[in-house]
Protein backbone atom coordinates (compact mmCIF):
# COMPACT_ATOMS: atom_id res chain seq x y z
CA UNK A 1 0.00 0.00 0.00
CA UNK A 2 2.49 2.44 0.77
CA UNK A 3 5.19 0.97 -1.54
CA UNK A 4 7.80 -0.16 0.64
CA UNK A 5 10.32 -2.72 -0.44
CA UNK A 6 10.02 -6.11 1.76
CA UNK A 7 13.55 -7.31 2.31
CA UNK A 8 14.06 -9.88 5.16
CA UNK A 9 15.94 -10.09 8.40
CA UNK A 10 19.70 -10.58 7.62
CA UNK A 11 19.75 -13.75 9.95
CA UNK A 12 23.96 -13.90 11.18
CA UNK A 13 25.52 -17.68 12.04
CA UNK A 14 28.15 -18.01 13.76
CA UNK A 15 30.57 -20.63 12.53
CA UNK A 16 33.87 -19.64 14.72
CA UNK A 17 32.95 -22.98 16.42
CA UNK A 18 32.85 -24.99 13.51
CA UNK A 19 36.09 -23.48 12.39
CA UNK A 20 37.93 -24.71 16.29
CA UNK A 21 36.83 -28.08 14.98
CA UNK A 22 39.53 -28.11 12.69
CA UNK A 23 41.85 -29.20 15.77
CA UNK A 24 39.66 -29.97 18.18
CA UNK A 25 38.18 -32.98 16.52
CA UNK A 26 41.24 -34.25 14.94
CA UNK A 27 41.10 -37.77 13.20
CA UNK A 28 43.64 -40.79 14.34
CA UNK A 29 45.92 -40.42 11.66
CA UNK A 30 49.54 -39.41 12.72
CA UNK A 31 49.75 -36.39 10.11
CA UNK A 32 46.72 -34.62 11.21
CA UNK A 33 47.44 -35.31 15.19
CA UNK A 34 50.79 -33.73 14.57
CA UNK A 35 49.88 -30.86 12.06
CA UNK A 36 46.61 -30.07 12.82
CA UNK A 37 46.73 -28.58 16.42
CA UNK A 38 45.63 -25.19 17.85
CA UNK A 39 49.40 -23.81 17.78
CA UNK A 40 49.66 -24.73 14.34
CA UNK A 41 45.70 -23.42 13.00
CA UNK A 42 45.93 -19.92 14.80
CA UNK A 43 43.46 -18.56 12.61
CA UNK A 44 46.98 -16.48 10.27
CA UNK A 45 47.58 -16.87 6.64
CA UNK A 46 50.87 -18.56 7.35
CA UNK A 47 48.29 -21.38 8.77
CA UNK A 48 46.65 -22.02 6.01
CA UNK A 49 49.81 -24.00 4.33
CA UNK A 50 48.42 -26.73 6.79
CA UNK A 51 44.76 -26.26 5.31
CA UNK A 52 46.75 -26.80 1.54
CA UNK A 53 48.35 -30.09 3.08
CA UNK A 54 45.56 -31.35 5.08
CA UNK A 55 43.20 -30.97 1.61
CA UNK A 56 45.27 -31.99 -0.60
CA UNK A 57 46.06 -35.24 1.68
CA UNK A 58 41.95 -35.62 1.51
CA UNK A 59 41.99 -35.26 -2.39
CA UNK A 60 44.81 -38.09 -2.75
CA UNK A 61 44.54 -40.57 -0.98
CA UNK A 62 42.03 -43.70 -0.43
CA UNK A 63 41.51 -43.00 2.99
CA UNK A 64 41.11 -39.04 2.02
CA UNK A 65 38.99 -39.44 -0.91
CA UNK A 66 36.66 -42.17 0.87
CA UNK A 67 36.31 -39.82 3.75
CA UNK A 68 35.68 -37.02 1.43
CA UNK A 69 32.96 -39.07 -0.55
CA UNK A 70 31.56 -39.78 2.93
CA UNK A 71 31.28 -36.45 4.59
CA UNK A 72 31.78 -34.14 1.94
CA UNK A 73 29.36 -31.12 3.42
CA UNK A 74 31.37 -31.48 6.81
CA UNK A 75 34.64 -30.87 5.33
CA UNK A 76 33.51 -28.05 3.08
CA UNK A 77 32.08 -26.12 6.63
CA UNK A 78 34.96 -26.68 8.76
CA UNK A 79 37.63 -25.66 6.29
CA UNK A 80 35.49 -23.24 4.92
CA UNK A 81 34.60 -21.89 8.45
CA UNK A 82 38.25 -21.81 9.26
CA UNK A 83 39.63 -20.29 6.11
CA UNK A 84 36.47 -17.61 6.24
CA UNK A 85 37.74 -16.80 10.15
CA UNK A 86 41.19 -16.56 8.84
CA UNK A 87 39.68 -14.17 6.24
CA UNK A 88 37.44 -12.19 8.34
CA UNK A 89 40.24 -11.68 11.06
CA UNK A 90 43.03 -10.25 8.08
CA UNK A 91 40.56 -7.80 6.65
CA UNK A 92 39.03 -6.49 10.20
CA UNK A 93 36.35 -4.94 8.70
CA UNK A 94 32.40 -5.20 9.58
CA UNK A 95 32.25 -8.97 7.76
CA UNK A 96 29.71 -11.21 9.66
CA UNK A 97 28.80 -14.82 8.89
CA UNK A 98 25.34 -14.49 7.43
CA UNK A 99 23.22 -17.47 5.92
CA UNK A 100 23.38 -17.52 1.99
CA UNK A 101 19.47 -17.34 1.71
CA UNK A 102 18.51 -14.51 4.45
CA UNK A 103 21.92 -12.00 2.29
CA UNK A 104 20.48 -13.20 -1.48
CA UNK A 105 17.32 -11.68 0.05
CA UNK A 106 19.15 -8.67 1.14
CA UNK A 107 21.45 -8.10 -1.04
CA UNK A 108 22.18 -8.32 -5.17
CA UNK A 109 25.29 -9.51 -4.62
CA UNK A 110 24.43 -13.02 -4.94
CA UNK A 111 22.53 -12.77 -7.73
CA UNK A 112 23.66 -15.70 -10.40
CA UNK A 113 25.33 -17.45 -7.22
CA UNK A 114 24.40 -21.31 -6.97
CA UNK A 115 24.22 -22.25 -3.30
CA UNK A 116 23.94 -25.82 -3.28
CA UNK A 117 24.26 -26.54 0.53
CA UNK A 118 22.77 -24.44 3.21
CA UNK A 119 26.57 -22.74 3.17
CA UNK A 120 27.02 -19.49 5.23
CA UNK A 121 29.01 -16.42 3.77
CA UNK A 122 30.92 -13.52 4.85
CA UNK A 123 28.99 -10.33 4.02
CA UNK A 124 29.93 -6.61 4.85
CA UNK A 125 26.17 -4.57 5.39
CA UNK A 126 28.60 -1.39 5.03
CA UNK A 127 29.90 -1.97 1.48
CA UNK A 128 27.51 -4.59 0.02
CA UNK A 129 30.42 -7.55 -0.64
CA UNK A 130 30.01 -10.87 -0.16
CA UNK A 131 32.91 -13.60 0.36
CA UNK A 132 32.23 -17.06 -0.44
CA UNK A 133 34.68 -19.26 1.60
CA UNK A 134 32.72 -22.21 1.99
CA UNK A 135 31.04 -22.30 -1.95
CA UNK A 136 35.38 -21.98 -3.42
CA UNK A 137 35.90 -24.79 -0.97
CA UNK A 138 33.02 -26.70 -2.26
CA UNK A 139 34.51 -26.16 -5.65
CA UNK A 140 38.10 -26.36 -4.85
CA UNK A 141 37.17 -30.27 -3.13
CA UNK A 142 35.43 -31.14 -5.96
CA UNK A 143 38.63 -30.00 -8.47
CA UNK A 144 36.26 -26.89 -9.99
CA UNK A 145 38.14 -24.17 -8.72
CA UNK A 146 39.10 -20.85 -10.21
CA UNK A 147 41.73 -21.42 -7.57
CA UNK A 148 45.04 -23.33 -7.36
CA UNK A 149 45.32 -23.46 -3.78
CA UNK A 150 43.46 -22.20 -0.90
CA UNK A 151 46.31 -20.24 0.28
CA UNK A 152 46.11 -18.18 -3.32
CA UNK A 153 42.32 -17.58 -2.46
CA UNK A 154 42.77 -16.41 1.32
CA UNK A 155 45.73 -14.57 -0.10
CA UNK A 156 43.43 -12.76 -3.03
CA UNK A 157 40.24 -12.67 -0.56
CA UNK A 158 42.37 -10.34 2.17
CA UNK A 159 43.85 -8.14 -0.57
CA UNK A 160 40.99 -7.42 -2.59
CA UNK A 161 38.80 -6.31 0.89
CA UNK A 162 41.26 -4.57 2.90
Known sequence: MFGFLYKTKLRKDDLKGIAKLMYQD?????????????????FTVESIRYIDIYVQRLMNTGVGTDLLNKHFDNFTNRIGAYIGEVIKNNIKQDFHWYGFESVSNHSSQLDGVYNRGSYSVLYSKKRDIVILPLIIVSQFL??????P??????????????
Open 142 to 147: EGNSPY
Open 26 to 42: VSEDAWDKENLTKRNLD
Open 149 to 162: NILNYVEEMIKQNS
